[in-house]
């Protein structure tokens, strides 16, 4: 399968890659989140990822297609970015009668520098560059075979299990560049400070073989793609919910779960587009000229105004915006970073940082913090538009890399506010609701038989997935599966009080969901 994606793109741009470490404390990866940005010839690819364990000596390795320029990203972009596009279902009431049911609802799902030069060391490894990154200790290099690759990052004491080798081999037998990461032994655990790649590529894949190493069943997988256009997965599948399976009555607290589940049905590698418009979006949300005066920061020699300015100022809050605050203007004992950090003036006669230097300081934010975001909030706007894709994955189903790529041709705008309309009568006296029609924003109507029972629903067995499509970088794509119709059919069983007749017919349309999924793959393969 990944000789094939290779094939299909010779210069695909990787992200995330695998997080190992020793086979006494196993750390999983609990989310992956990924920002990819096509910057003209080249591909800029931010990481980041939480990991759940008690190991902080954990090590990861990502593959390139060519020899990458890292730098420090910033958590605000993601934190963002997914605020900025979050989907919302809202359930719009519309009541006759006596009374109101006043439930309208609205819920939120959610929120480097070279040392080295290129060297051959003499055992099949050659070390193209090294140093330091954010918390991390980085290597770039080359190997002759995998065996050569994990047995030299297992001496420089990146804790790698032995297996990792077959899942390595195809990328180096490829050619691929490797960026291998240490956390630094001083550092906390917790989230993983994101990393930034920039290289040359004409795609973006995720080499999600390496992450099969330590991960946790359904790994959620958010994938941001910045470009001329919308963006779309290449060599995976497409996935449109169905509508009539999300808990309208519960604020869409399950719509996760149904993506799970629909890329299941698609066979189990599929995204889901959750937003895709333009960055307009994301206008002023990592910065904006004026944010922050560095020339004013410099000149205050007393610490506590100078991070209040700082903390106030509208910049976006991040992990590496709270530690370097913290290092220069370290907080009370016995006050947490939060704390300090919400009302700096409250402890004003209580912080000692006797060796303050407002040049120093003002420096490191700049170049840390100010350069970092102003790079990003840069890349966005030239852009112009903004996708959200999301799956979730099991490890055997991690076979092959998920690669994406920029598509003009097909619709560009997908809303991330999703409504639908509560149509009840109720009693003129009493206002007890007597009955009950859920309408979808596609013109099905779900009438109740029971209008107190809004878990009536759940009984019927739908497809999840309204359409899988197979898309690409040019055309409208093929659908590969359509239950539009089948949905209809069901919306009129279920108003005539035929639950029975709409679970059979959802029950029908289940197997050959498998069947149309199984046979893609196979032709895939």
């Known amino acids: 399968m990944i000789h094939f994606a290779l094939a299909l793109l010779p210069s695909p741009a990787y992200a995330c890659g695998g997080m190992f470490c020793d086979a006494v404390v196993p750390v999983d990866q609990a989310a992956e989140r990924i920002v990819f940005t096509f910057d003209g010839p080249d591909v800029v690819t931010e990481v980041q990822i939480t990991y759940q364990g008690q190991d902080d000596d954990f090590a990861w390795v990502v593959p390139v297609p060519e020899e990458p320029e890292l730098f420090a990203s910033n958590d605000a972009l993601f934190t963002q970015m997914a605020n900025s596009t979050v989907p919302t279902y809202t359930l719009q009431s519309d009541s006759t009668g006596g009374g109101s049911l006043g439930c309208a609802q609205d819920m939120n799902l959610s929120a480097s520098k070279d040392s080295a030069g290129g060297f051959e060391d003499g055992d099949g490894v050659s070390v193209v560059s090294e140093g330091t990154v954010g918390p991390y200790d980085t290597v770039v290099l080359q190997a002759e075979n995998a065996d050569t690759l994990i047995t030299w990052l297992q001496e420089q004491g990146y804790n790698l299990p032995d297996e990792v080798e077959l899942v390595v081999e195809p990328y180096v037998a490829s050619g691929q560049y490797f960026v291998a990461l240490k956390l630094s032994s001083d550092k906390d655990t917790g989230d993983l400070a994101p990393l930034g ?55 869409g607290n399950n719509a996760r779960a149904l993506v799970a589940r629909a890329a299941d049905e698609a066979g189990g590698q599929a995204f889901a587009t959750e937003f895709s418009g333009s960055t307009d979006i994301m206008a002023n949300q990592l910065w904006f000229d004026g944010m922050v005066d560095v020339t004013y920061l410099a000149g205050l020699t007393d610490p506590i105004s100078w991070v209040e300015s700082i903390v106030f100022s509208g910049i ?19 006050v947490d970073d939060v704390t300090f950090l919400s009302c700096p003036s409250c ?44 799956t979730t994955m099991d490890a055997e189903e991690m076979t092959a890399d998920p690669i994406f790529v920029l598509n003009a041709d097909i619709e560009q705008d997908v809303s991330q506010s999703h409504i639908a309309i509560d149509h009840t009568r109720n009693a003129f006296f009493s206002g007890d609701v007597q009955a009950r029609t859920l309408e979808l ?54 108003s005539g009080g035929c639950a029975s007749e709409a679970a059979d017919s959802g029950a029908i349309v289940a197997p050959v969901l498998l069947l149309l999924a199984g046979a893609l793959r196979r032709r895939r393969g």
């Open 197 to 251: 790649m920039r290289y040359a590529a004409t795609a973006a894949s995720i080499p999600i073989q390496l992450t099969s190493i330590a991960t946790i069943p359904d790994l959620p997988i958010e994938v941001f793609v910045i470009g001329e256009s919308r963006a779309v997965p290449d060599n995976y599948l497409h996935v449109q919910l169905n509508e009539a399976a999300i808990n309208w009555y519960g604020g």
């Open 316 to 334: 976006p809050a991040s992990s590496q915006l709270n530690a370097l605050l913290t290092d220069f203007v370290p907080p009370p004992s016995g």
């Open 347 to 390: 402890y004003s006669g209580q912080v000692s940082a006797p060796d303050f230097d407002p040049v120093v300081a003002t420096e490191a934010f700049r170049v840390e913090i100010v350069e970092v975001l102003h790079d990003q909030q840069k890349r966005i706007d030239a852009a112009g538009h903004l996708t959200r894709m999301i």
């Open 441 to 494: 924003a596609d013109g099905r109507e779900y009438k109740f038989s029971d209008p107190q029972d809004t878990n009536s629903m759940d009984a019927v067995e739908l497809p999840v997935a309204l359409i899988i499509e197979d898309l690409s970088a040019t055309g409208e794509g093929t659908i590969v599966f359509d239950g539009r119709e089948d949905a209809k059919a069901d919306a009129v069983a279920f």
